[in-house]
């Protein structure tokens, strides 16, 4: 049995009740009428998303993530201008408001120049795992008040996206210390930078051997198998992870192609642009099976629900070149709730209880806990697999204190 399933997840931490007959209705009450007021409720207030990309400089960070919103949400470093490296590794946050079709999402983008660019990579992932920790200390700070705002702000990181650079080989020593500390903290989705420099047999061969350090390691990437709550969520997260690390490719510049424009890559072979021609291999049935499913779940419980749109003139959406639309369905359009439902009843709740015994627990009751302050440096939080609840007895003592 999996070791996450013996301790009772705050996935699914309902109080366990004897089943209830259904109750035969004698007409129309309008409890479907629920889910309108939910979706009305949601639109107003908005939603967060909180998003960090970790990479050596040069893999197309800031690309991707305007390719992967469709805006200029990270200012790019302009052809031909080198930029100096950086002396200590930086962290850089901004914040956008998008909005379509009436939906406000507040993005947060934060950036990590200067990682792995040293001679001395040693213990360069502690500034990375020391700023998400301190977004769980500043949510913890605020949500431990007796009088606490209505709406916490959320500067929590939902999900790390980790661009390998496209050695061809596997992992390097660095990729896999870092990876074991930050799956322990955060969500993580690898993927292979600047794909279109290696072949399809390079890529899949490079993919495996990733996958297969992964296994070897024990790094837990999103999705996590443990996680996956029905049969629907397993059998499309299954295929998912045997697609990871997707390989991407980003692009913020537009061309005309066959009267259209497009966003791609300009070589002096031709634009990246276009399915290919010919009867399609195993490899693009599996991820054509992968975009049908997250479509599906996109589409689920909606009478005659709409497919993908028709006509679209992204490049990068071509699954013949690169992977992009699985890494796009996952991080928005079939995934980004689970990412923040996980980063809160997983990640956050291991920090939470994690500085909660480091804290001394006031014997005034339940309700009543006093933080001591961080202690400098960034503390490592346990597993996802370690989700550990201690149940406090009440004794006489406690009752006279009251």
């Not at 107003?44 to 390719?67: H, Y």
């Not at 490296?85 to 962290?91: G, N, V, W």
């Not at 209505?150 to 661009?163: L, S």
Request: overall charge positive; hydrophobic content about 30%.
């Amino acid at each position: 049995m999996d070791p996450l399933r013996q301790s009772p997840s705050p996935c699914s931490s309902r109080p366990s009740s004897p089943k209830t007959p259904p109750c035969e209705m004698l007409g129309y009450v309008g409890i479907e009428a629920v889910l309108d007021q939910l979706k009305i409720k949601a639109m107003k207030m908005g939603f967060e998303f909180n998003i960090m990309v970790v990479g050596q400089s040069g893999l197309g960070k800031s690309t991707m993530l305007n390719t992967l919103f469709k805006s200029k949400v990270w200012k790019c470093t302009p052809p031909g201008l080198a930029m100096p490296t950086p002396q200590t590794l930086q962290l850089n946050s901004v914040t956008h408001v998008i909005e379509e079709k009436g939906v406000k999402l507040k993005l947060t983008v934060t950036d990590t120049p200067g990682f792995g660019d040293q001679i001395n990579n040693d213990k360069c992932w502690n500034p990375i795992l020391g700023y998400i920790n301190e977004q769980y200390e500043r949510y913890l700070q605020e949500e431990i008040l007796i009088t606490r705002q209505r709406h916490i702000p959320d500067t929590r990181v939902h999900c790390c996206v980790y661009f390998v650079p496209p050695t061809g080989h596997c992992l390097r020593p660095l990729d896999i210390e870092f990876l074991q500390r930050l799956c322990r903290t955060v969500n993580v989705v690898p993927v292979i930078a600047r794909a279109d420099s290696l072949t399809l047999e390079e890529r899949e061969a490079f993919r495996r051997r990733i996958q297969h350090n992964l296994r070897t390691h024990c790094i837990e990437v999103y999705p996590q198998k443990c996680f996956d709550e029905d049969i629907n969520d397993r059998i499309l997260n299954s295929k998912i992870r045997d697609r990871i690390p997707f390989a991407v490719v980003g692009a913020d510049q537009q061309h005309l192609v066959n009267g259209r424009c497009v966003l791609g890559r300009k070589t002096k072979w031709g634009i990246v642009e276009g399915p290919r021609v010919g009867k399609p291999t195993t490899r693009k049935q599996t991820d054509l099976e992968i975009k049908s499913l997250l479509a599906a779940r996109r589409t689920q419980g909606k009478a005659g629900g709409q497919g993908q749109r028709s006509g679209s003139c992204l490049a990068v959406e071509n699954m013949a070149h690169c992977e992009f639309p699985l890494l796009r369905d996952l991080l928005i359009r079939s995934h980004l709730q689970d990412l923040k439902d996980i980063t809160h009843n997983v990640h956050y709740e291991n920090y939470r209880v994690c500085r909660l015994n480091e804290s001394h627990v006031l014997p005034h009751g339940p309700c009543w806990v006093n933080l001591a302050p961080t202690p400098p440096g960034p503390s490592v939080a346990p597993g996802p697999s370690k989700v550990c609840r201690q149940t406090r007895e009440d004794s006489d003592d406690n009752e006279d204190d009251y």
